[in-house]
């Protein structure tokens, strides 16, 4: 549980320093900032965390859900991923 909330803390802190950050550079939408890459994926580790963990991270997962699009996808071989991460590895060939 303290790992958790230690987890949790530096995601909240990313978040903070994000917005710090893109309002240090002329209020950049927090949705055009790169790290927000970064920041999804420290909310997918946290909610894997989590579930092991059996906390609750229902709210945590409303909010990855909402950010799902934006995950470093697992590097698995092609015949082992889902279409959306076909096509979206395809995006990023072009």
Do not use: W
Not at 10 to 19: E, F
Not at 21 to 35: H, P, R, V
Not at 54 to 70: Q, Y
């Amino acid at each position: 549980m303290e790992r958790f909330k230690e987890l949790l803390k530096l995601y909240q802190g990313v978040l903070t320093a994000m917005s710090a950050i893109c309002a240090a550079k002329g209020g950049l939408d927090m949705e055009n900032y790169s790290g927000r890459f970064f920041a999804a994926d420290l909310l997918e580790l946290l909610v894997a965390f989590g579930a092991r963990a059996k906390i609750d991270v229902g709210p945590l997962k409303s909010e990855l859900e909402a950010k799902k699009d934006l995950i470093t996808p697992s590097n698995k071989p092609i015949y082992e991923m889902t279409q959306a991460e076909f096509e979206k590895l395809l995006g990023d060939m072009k």
